[in-house]
């Protein structure tokens, strides 16, 4: 039997977010119903919802940073019981036969992962997010939030900390690294706290000197404006990794000069215009310039895992539905330390 969601959606690119009520499909054997109790706001959801990446179809309801309990379970579910504390990230769905979905890394998945909004999925239907009050998923795209994590403070660990742990894990951040962090928003926050939780030294830099004091708060061992000149002259060739986690355009030569030998500096921010890169940048000092694309499943249980070994959540903002629209234009201006998070229990009162 199908199901209801009071939801906060779009009817256009141009549109305001308003009440939607929208259809979640039966609960088949293999399924996952889940209360939603909060759920982050992602720059992303407005970059998706505005077509700036590519166009949508409407309405559209995002959000793929999401937290609730059990309410429901598949005649099949064996990982999951009602009352379990779990979560759902950026997917909801991928082949499972591809190479890439064998070896847990459902985000490269040949045909195309099924992401949580916007996206076809496999039953023709156009997915939609967690500003919703509830969701139903197939198991294998469930995470369990452990005990101990407050659950509307984990709410962005589902996107902005597993985009951060992944490639931090990758690039080998630890005791005697030293990490560049470049912005200090919803993402860098959390690329702070885990490359600190990791063992390395951590470095932001920041336009502006602004949030110097949170971002000492949350584990930099140095803070840089970018806006300095010197900044670039007194910390060339001395990181060994760089998370890129900010969606402008930046001269990334000069980012690249900060890296030691074999150093790497990873995109996880996403602008819309392409990046200039000068190759002698690259090839003077065995730079590495790459990107990462959130993580898998298996990945993302890890982060849980960890952030909660090591008391890990994000500073948030906890809004009602009828703040979102605004809680939007904070984000496109910056004004947010570091995320907002809905309490979905006021979706019901929006309309």
């Known amino acids: 039997m199908t199901t209801t969601a009071a939801a906060y959606g779009a009817s256009s690119a141009t549109a305001p977010l308003e009440p939607l009520t929208i259809e979640r499909r039966a609960v088949g054997p293999h399924d996952v119903r889940i209360d939603i109790h909060f759920c982050g706001i992602c720059h992303s959801d407005i970059h998706t919802v505005r077509g700036d990446w590519r166009p949508q179809q409407y309405p559209l309801v995002p959000g793929h940073e999401i937290v609730g309990t059990v309410a429901e379970v598949g005649a099949e579910v064996t990982g999951f019981q009602p009352g379990d504390q779990v979560g759902v990230g950026c997917m909801v769905n991928s082949c499972g036969e591809c190479e890439h979905c064998r070896a847990g890394?459902?985000?490269?998945?040949?045909?195309?992962?099924?992401f949580t909004y916007g996206s076809p999925d496999k039953d023709?239907?156009?997915?939609?997010g967690g500003y919703a009050t509830g969701i139903v998923v197939t198991e294998g795209f469930v995470v369990r939030i452990p005990e101990g994590l407050a659950l509307d403070a984990a709410a962005?660990?589902?996107?902005?900390?597993i985009t951060t742990y992944s490639p931090l894990k990758r690039w080998g951040a630890g005791p005697g690294k030293r990490v560049g962090v470049i912005g200090l928003g919803g993402l860098g926050h959390m690329a702070v706290k885990i490359a600190k939780a990791m063992?390395?030294?951590?470095?932001?830099l920041s336009q502006s000197l602004s949030k110097k004091d949170d971002g000492l708060r949350l584990g930099a061992s140095d803070y840089?404006?970018?806006?300095?000149?010197?900044?670039?002259?007194?910390?060339a060739a001395?990181?060994?990794?760089?998370?890129?986690t900010v969606s402008a355009?930046?001269?990334?030569?000069?980012?690249?000069?900060?890296?030691?030998?074999?150093?790497?500096?990873v995109n996880v921010g996403l602008p819309s215009e392409p990046m200039a890169v000068n190759a002698f940048s690259l090839t003077h000092a065995r730079r590495s310039l790459s990107g990462s694309l959130i993580g898998g499943i298996r990945e993302t249980q890890e982060m849980l895992d960890f952030c909660a070994e090591h008391g890990i959540t994000a500073d948030i903002?906890?809004?009602?539905?009828?703040?979102?629209?605004?809680?939007?234009?904070?984000?496109?201006?910056?004004?947010?330390?570091?995320?907002?998070?809905i309490d979905t229990a006021t979706l019901d009162a929006a309309d």
């Open 105 to 114: 890394e459902e985000q490269f998945c040949v045909p195309g992962a099924v």
């Open 124 to 128: 023709g239907t156009l997915t939609q």
């Open 156 to 161: 962005p660990l589902l996107c902005a900390g």
């Open 199 to 204: 063992g390395a030294e951590v470095v932001v």
């Open 224 to 235: 840089r404006a970018t806006s300095d000149k010197t900044t670039f002259k007194e910390l």
């Open 238 to 244: 001395s990181l060994d990794l760089i998370i890129n």
């Open 249 to 265: 355009t930046l001269p990334m030569d000069r980012y690249l000069g900060l890296l030691k030998i074999d150093g790497a500096l």
């Open 317 to 341: 903002e906890l809004i009602d539905a009828a703040q979102i629209n605004e809680a939007w234009e904070r984000v496109l201006n910056s004004d947010v330390r570091y995320r907002f998070v």
